[in-house]
Each structure stands twice: as C-alpha cells, then as structure tokens.
C-alpha cells in the first residue's frame, strides 16, 4: 500500500524502497527523468503491520519539489 502526504492510500502489486521515485500511481520513476515538469513522489519512509497471518507494507510518500527535480530531469523544463 501507498500512503500519500495528502492522506489517501493506494494498494499496490510491487515492492518499493526509501528514496525511490514514484509516479501517481506508485510506479518507480527511471532516472534521469524525461522533464522536470512532472508530479513526482518520493518514498520516505516503510512500516510493516502484522496481524494473525498477513503482514501489510505500507510505503509513505513525500512530493518532490520542482528544484529538487531539475537536478533529475534531462530536460529541465
């Protein structure tokens, strides 16, 4: 699961890690990125909740400014 800053959750399919990048739909962003004119999250921060037989990940994320994204993008613009 995603949680994002403005407080909405999202199930996912797929394993992240802190720092990388995600699209809006939690999708790892390859770097160096296209443009800097892009909706960016970072992975912050993982917790784990385990309950009787499942175990549920929850991976929160931060948005990346747009200064911190210049430095990623090929484009910059």
Known sequence: MIS???GD??????????????DLNGYP??????TSRMIVYRV???STRQERHTEEIT???EL???????GSAIGRG
Do not use: A, F, S
């Open 4 to 6: 994002y800053p403005e």
């Open 9 to 22: 959750d999202r199930e996912i399919e797929h394993e992240l890690r802190v720092n990388q990048l995600v």
């Open 29 to 34: 962003l390859p770097l160096p990125l296209p």
């Open 44 to 46: 912050w921060k993982v």
């Open 59 to 61: 991976y929160h994320l």
């Open 64 to 70: 990346v400014t747009r200064p911190e994204l210049e």
